[in-house]
């Protein structure tokens, strides 16, 4: 017995020894983690190209929201955090856009700001603190991610561009120095795309440009909440890239595109006052005076509301058209769940902040800008010293301008309402021919099971001599047969596209209505018997009338109780 126990000890260690080097096998045999792609890009080459003058480029005072401060000569950039300002996103512009070359600029979170929230706050938009650094198009929306003219990354590490949301790096966060980068030199590989380093390390691989985007004057273009930025155009990296690599401010002016500063009337901003009626086209004519004016701001409530929503606010479940709860459109509802947002705090805040800053602005307020009281409350806040203040009024028979651009947004709308609708029939139809499709597939497969049964049955039948002409040739039949039927299914037929026009009746609307009332009934009582037209007297510095005026007399009494009468 002695000797077999000592052969069966000396088995097992042989097998512990060979379990042994087989794990160590395996972790040796580990496979290798795929190297990172090597870097294409190269050190910028001397450029003896003139550049822009010193200081030329940086933060625009006038492209950027109301809460966007800039401080120490636009080289740190800081939030409104009170009143709700808190919610909402803040965006500035560079005032220089790039067409060429490989250029960077830098960024650093030098402060993250926790304000205090008032208690019952029930849909607080995260993260608290956001920023997002990228590039966008001239005169489009200051908040990066809203729309199709801007790209960026952002501090969650993602890229993003209109409805497109892909994670492409690492978070970055306070005291981390962050670069973006544009290329569009022509002869380089990576050729029209937008890379992020943080700390000087490469944390995206190079992102294509959408084409929409390509060929377009791009502008560097901050978007924050929260927090307070060092913003660096250079001409000194604060973190040094992997390659030497150009610093905005240190671009060829053939590569730069500056952009022209906010008109100004006698060295002062100005600010406009809209005068005009409900339910005649007021908020419409503001639309189509922003659209053409792109570098006036809008300072009204339904701005807000559309402002936080864009932050990333979002609102309780819309109440029916027409009731008390819905508002209206000079008055909306705020229904955000945050109570700072709710009691329209943030209208206090930029009301304070507005008259301070060097920005051209429109204000319409159709109830307040319709009464003396209001109007002069609102020219002691707008100072004749800083401001050319203007009140255009909107009364009477429209100009050509003005129906030319209504006619234009119903078109434009038809347009989009005809496409979802051919969408949603291409979807249906779709459907129905997958269905269709998935039946003829079965109906094939019990042919081919029938056909193969035929075929093995004439095959025997022919071994035992028997003649099967007849059954082959009605055989060879069927399967012509289903082949002429699946070439049929493949022909498709072609819908002739009808082009979308306005009808007769379209082409008659002057006043476009809306889905909610520019005033509520209650709102247009209580402050009808005080609705007067401005007259330059009251300290305007210019008085217009946008439309043809049928008013001799600065009372609108009977203009408001008409306007109360075709509402019942």
């Known amino acids: 017995m002695a000797p077999k126990a000592a052969a069966e000890a000396a088995t097992e260690k042989t097998d512990v020894e060979m379990t042994g080097t087989q794990e160590q096998e395996t972790v040796t045999e580990k496979p290798k983690e795929p190297e990172k792609p090597q870097e294409q890009e190269v050190d910028a080459p001397k450029d003896?190209?003139?550049?822009?003058?010193?200081?030329?480029?940086?933060?625009?005072?006038?492209?950027?929201?109301?809460?966007?401060?800039?401080?120490?000569?636009?080289?740190?950039?800081?939030?409104?955090?009170?009143?709700?300002?808190?919610?909402?996103?803040?965006?500035?512009?560079?005032?220089?856009?790039?067409?060429?070359?490989r250029y960077m600029f830098e960024t650093r979170i030098i402060e993250s700001l926790n304000p205090t929230e008032v208690q019952g706050s029930q849909r607080t938009p995260m993260p608290r603190q956001l920023v997002r650094l990228g590039f966008s198009l001239p005169g489009s929306s200051l908040l990066l991610a809203d729309g199709p003219d801007s790209i960026c990354f952002d501090s969650e590490g993602?890229?993003?561009?209109?409805?497109?949301?892909k994670k492409v790096a690492s978070k970055f966060g306070?005291?981390?120095?962050?670069?973006?980068l544009l290329n569009l030199d022509a002869a380089s590989p990576n050729a029209n795309t937008i890379s992020l380093f943080i700390a000087g390390a490469r944390a995206s691989e190079p992102v294509p440009l959408p084409e929409s985007l390509c060929g377009k004057v791009l502008?560097?273009?901050?978007?924050?909440?929260?927090?307070?930025?060092?913003?660096?155009?250079?001409?000194?990296?604060?973190?040094?890239?992997?390659?030497?690599?150009?610093?905005?401010?240190?671009?060829?002016?053939?590569?730069?595109e500056m952009l022209a500063a906010a008109a100004e009337k006698g060295g002062k901003n100005e600010v406009v006052f809209?005068?005009?009626?409900?339910?005649?086209?007021?908020?419409?004519?503001?639309?189509?005076?922003?659209?053409?004016?792109?570098?006036?701001?809008?300072?009204?409530?339904?701005?807000?509301?559309?402002?936080?929503?864009?932050?990333?606010?979002?609102?309780?479940?819309?109440?029916?058209?027409?009731?008390?709860?819905?508002?209206?459109?000079?008055r909306p509802q705020a229904k955000f769940g945050v109570p700072d947002l709710d009691d329209w705090s943030p209208l206090k805040v930029i009301a304070a902040v507005a008259p301070t800053l060097r920005m051209n602005f429109v204000v319409p307020e159709l109830q307040k800008n319709l009464v003396k009281s209001d109007r002069e409350d609102a020219l002691n806040r707008f100072g004749a010293a800083d401001f050319h203040r203007k009140a255009i009024v909107l009364m009477g028979e429209p100009s050509n301008d003005y129906k030319a651009w209504i006619q234009a947004k119903l078109l434009d709308e038809k347009k989009?309402?005809?496409?979802?609708?051919?969408?949603?029939?291409?979807?249906?139809?779709?459907?129905?021919?997958?269905?269709?499709?998935?039946k003829k597939d079965a109906e094939a497969r019990k042919k081919k099971v029938e056909h193969d049964r035929k075929a093995r049955e004439i095959a025997k039948k022919k071994e035992k001599g028997e003649d099967v002409a007849e059954e082959e040739?009605?055989?060879?039949?069927?399967v012509a047969e289903a082949e002429e039927a699946k070439e049929e299914g493949k022909e498709e037929e072609v819908e002739e596209e009808t082009p979308v026009e306005l009808t007769e009746e379209e082409k008659e609307v002057v006043f476009m209505k809306l889905a909610v009332p520019d005033l509520t009934d209650q709102e247009l009582m209580r402050a009808y018997a005080h609705f007067t037209v401005p007259t330059k007297a009251e300290g305007f510095d210019e008085r217009s009338e946008e439309h043809t005026s049928e008013l001799q007399s600065p009372s609108i009494i009977s203009y408001a109780v008409f306007c109360l009468k075709k509402k019942k």
Request: glycine share 8%.
């Open 219 to 256: 502008i560097p273009t901050i978007t924050y909440k929260n927090v307070s930025l060092e913003v660096n155009f250079g001409p000194t990296p604060r973190a040094a890239l992997p390659f030497a690599c150009r610093m905005l401010s240190d671009a060829a002016t053939a590569d730069l």
């Open 48 to 101: 003896g190209r003139p550049k822009a003058k010193p200081g030329a480029v940086a933060l625009s005072a006038q492209d950027c929201t109301v809460n966007a401060v800039a401080v120490n000569q636009g080289k740190v950039l800081m939030p409104l955090t009170e009143g709700g300002m808190q919610y909402l996103l803040a965006g500035a512009r560079c005032t220089a856009g790039l067409k060429g070359g």
């Open 174 to 180: 306070r005291d981390q120095v962050v670069a973006v």
């Open 416 to 438: 989009a309402k005809a496409e979802v609708e051919k969408k949603k029939k291409a979807a249906e139809k779709e459907r129905l021919r997958l269905a269709e499709q998935r």
């Open 473 to 478: 040739a009605a055989l060879e039949a069927a």
């Open 274 to 330: 809209p005068v005009g009626l409900p339910e005649r086209g007021y908020f419409d004519w503001v639309d189509s005076f922003i659209s053409k004016n792109p570098g006036y701001t809008e300072l009204s409530s339904r701005k807000i509301l559309e402002w936080a929503t864009k932050s990333g606010c979002s609102t309780a479940a819309a109440p029916r058209q027409g009731s008390a709860a819905a508002g209206s459109n000079d």
């Open 158 to 165: 993602f890229f993003i561009h209109h409805k497109s949301k």
